[in-house]
């Protein structure tokens, strides 16, 4: 079975760019898609990047995502910087015996 | 729009029973795999079952297997998620989700579910 690791906390100053990483611990991260979910407080989840660097429609442009086999990681980064990105951030992914697996979770601190 | 109800969430004794319901509006339920995904109070994200668009397979997190089952009514339009053996792990938000391609898309507001002597 596979665990995602992310960082627990992360802060950034508006307008500024944020990175949030996401690491495979066992498994290859091109192997299955990765995606990122946004929950603000008191609101559910909503999906920010799919696929590994899909952006649903309404998502701005100001979110992507990437992976990198050498590291074994995704990243979902996040320019212009805004108060109203401030919120918890997941990463997903899946593979036939862990089935579906979510990271521990960012929160992404708005300084 | 598309809309997920859930419903049946509430507080319970430990070794108890519940059951959950999500209605599903403005999409063709039939066609969509259904999850159940949950959240501990201040705690992140957790998959806990999964059920193809027709019921053919399940799928559960080996933290709830054997305890719950899910279900599913397509002419009804509804998910179940019927819970057995409560313990106070359990305690959290139940979200009704829809699959895209092994990928959770549309939640619903979700329903709390308390464990508690």
């Known amino acids: 079975n596979f665990m995602l690791t992310q960082p627990h906390s992360v802060s950034e100053s508006p307008g500024k760019t944020v990175t949030i990483s996401c690491t495979r611990s066992?498994?290859?991260?091109?192997?299955?898609?990765v995606q990122w979910y946004q929950q603000r407080p008191g609101s559910s989840p909503t999906t920010v990047i799919y696929?590994?660097?899909?952006?649903p429609s309404g998502v701005p442009d100001r979110f992507s995502g990437s992976i990198d086999s050498s590291s074994n990681s995704a990243s979902l980064s996040i320019s212009g910087l805004k108060s109203e990105d401030e919120a918890d951030y997941y990463c997903?992914?899946?593979?036939?015996?862990?089935?579906?697996?979510f990271g521990g979770g960012t929160r992404l601190t708005v300084l | 729009q598309v809309q997920l109800v859930e419903s049946g969430g509430g507080e319970v004794q430990p070794g108890r029973s519940l059951r959950l319901s999500c209605a599903a509006s403005?999409?063709?339920?039939?066609?969509?795999?259904m999850h159940w995904v949950r959240q501990a109070p201040g705690k992140g994200l957790e998959w806990v079952a999964a059920?193809?668009?027709?019921?053919?397979?399940?799928y559960y997190a080996d933290s709830v297997k054997g305890r719950f089952t899910i279900s599913r009514d397509n002419p009804k339009n509804t998910l179940f998620l019927q819970m057995n053996s409560l313990g106070v792990e359990d305690t959290a938000v139940y979200y009704c989700?829809?699959?895209?391609?092994?990928?959770?898309?549309?939640w619903g507001q979700g329903t709390m579910v308390t464990v508690s002597s």
């Open positions: 997903q992914s899946y593979d036939s015996s862990s089935l579906w697996v």
């Open positions: 696929a590994d660097d899909q952006r």
């Open positions: 403005g999409i063709t339920f039939r066609n969509f795999g």
């Open positions: 066992s498994g290859s991260i091109a192997g299955n898609y």
């Open positions: 989700v829809t699959d895209r391609s092994d990928a959770f898309d549309m």
């Open positions: 059920i193809w668009h027709d019921g053919s397979n399940k």
